[in-house]
């Protein structure tokens, strides 16, 4: 459904599906919470509406927001249709052959079960993977940057991304594996720059800053984003 990537300002991709009909305007429409179709004219091509979405992101915000805002489909027993893995919207399929939950990079397959049990498993499934991946991603930063924690490890606070402790190391919130790369690469120099610097004061920032040029695009993301990571709860 995608027919290219449109990236605001703050590097943020977005999902554009382009469509032509025979209206003289253009017409947007949220697909998800990175993803709107776009009706043009005929004669409005690729290259023409990639000027356009640039001077308009404003206007191709608020569409976006529609779709975040919109009224959400109740999660108590059910799953939603798609969640957010390493950055990207992936589509959850039940999979009568599979015995376990399989990420496969362009979709999510689950074993058959009830919805329940399938949030149960694929919740198990992506903090499984979070183990596999943030702590690594932490220590290769701690590594670059000189900075070791006691330890590191995950944490499934509903509040925080990260926290950092001198005895007892840094946790990060499992959730982030929905997160793009960028954005868990800056939970980890954040939380690693706490070493030296247990505040938010100016120094603290002009080292993060200094280790992580993504800081303003990650913590927009986040702010955007956030949220949508804690949809399995
Ligand atoms: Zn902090």
Redesign the pocket.
Known sequence: MTDFIHTLSDGCPVRIALKHSAKKNIILRPLAADAASVNVPKWFGRRNLQIWLAEHENLLRQTLDRWTQRPSESLSDGLPQEIWFRGGRLPLATDGSADAVVLDGSRILLPEAAPAEQKRLLKAALRRHAAQTLPPRLWAHAGRLNLRPAAAALTDAKTFWGVCRARTGIRLNWRLVGAPDFVADYVCV??LC?LPHPN?SAAFWELVGRHTPHTQAAKDWLKRHGRELFVLG
């Open positions: 954040h939380e706490h938010h």
